[in-house]
């Protein structure tokens, strides 16, 4: 990060000397196109510099002087490439990127499925932990007498989410508020396991990627993630109307979550 730091400061310093040429003032803006002006060109270094960022993360090299010489000539349109020269060393760049997003995202997925399943091979060991067949992993914390939900039924929930490494992602304990929803706009580990909880139940679940958000990306949770949660059936109601869906506010995601819990995994 360092490194790359360095390099976009001797763009910036790149820059500055070679634009001496346009004899830009080096006082103070003051006037409103002077301003606007500026602006238009610090958006465009802003857009540069992330892209330099983001490329340098997937580990793709990238010639910062050849990037102001580019941009230079561009502004003075006199680009020693054509359009379509250009055009095409910008998709062989494309190609590049989208190869190397591809290996760090299957790096990614081989090491959360194997992290997952060696978590969920330590958590059968615990004699109160039951699987059932689709690989949900489930603990009675508190085994409550009242109706058990099923079909489209309405619950009311209390529950914390963390990543297998004890990251908390959610928590309805911490904004002091349940969460009530139709039982069927849930990912599949919640459905199974809340027809198996009466209500006043409170079960610890861990919950295999299949079961969860498959190869999704959701806040910060990672594709293949194994997840585990408390989850603690407050009330179960017939379907009607005022429900709605999960919503991780905790995570800064508002409804939306709720839209994404309710998607099949598997589509």
């Known amino acids: ?4 730091k360095k390099s976009v400061l001797a763009v910036v310093s790149c820059l500055t000397m070679s634009v001496s040429m346009f004899s830009f003032a ?3 803006l003051t006037t409103d196109v002077e301003k606007e ?3 238009i060109g610090a958006s465009f270094g802003h857009h540069i510099s992330s ?8 580990g793709a090299e990238v010639d910062m002087g050849q990037v102001v010489n580019g941009l230079l000539d561009a502004l003075k349109d006199e680009t020693k490439m054509s359009k379509e020269d250009i055009l095409t060393y910008l998709n062989q760049r494309a190609e590049t990127l989208n ?3 591809q290996a760090k995202l299957d790096a990614l997925t081989a090491k959360n499925i194997a992290a997952g399943e060696a ?5 059968a060991k615990n004699s109160d932990v039951k699987q059932t067949e689709s690989g949900l992993q489930y603990e009675v914390i508190t085994m409550g007498d009242g109706e058990m939900p099923e079909g489209n039924d309405v619950v009311t929930v ?12 959610d928590s309805t304990y911490d904004r002091d508020e349940p969460n009530r929803f139709s039982l069927v706009t849930v990912i599949e580990g919640w459905q199974e396991a809340l027809a198996l909880m009466p209500q006043g139940s409170k079960f610890k679940l861990t919950i295999p990627p299949a079961l969860a958000y498959g190869d999704r990306v959701v806040g910060m949770i990672q594709p293949h993630s194994t997840l585990v949660f408390e989850v603690e059936l407050v009330k179960v109601e017939q379907p009607g109307e ?3 869906g999960m919503g991780l506010s905790g995570m800064g995601m508002g409804g939306m979550m709720g839209g994404m819990m309710g998607a099949n995994p598997h589509n």
């Open 26 to 28: 080096s006082g103070d």
């Open 99 to 101: 190869a190397a997003k």
């Open 119 to 123: 978590f969920m091979a330590e958590n």
């Open 51 to 58: 892209q330099v960022y983001n490329q340098s993360q997937l």
């Open 158 to 169: 209390h529950y914390k989410g963390t990543l297998i490494d004890g990251t908390e992602f």
């Open 37 to 39: 002006s500026y602006s």
């Open 242 to 244: 005022g429900s709605h």
């Open 1 to 4: 990060m360092k490194k790359l």
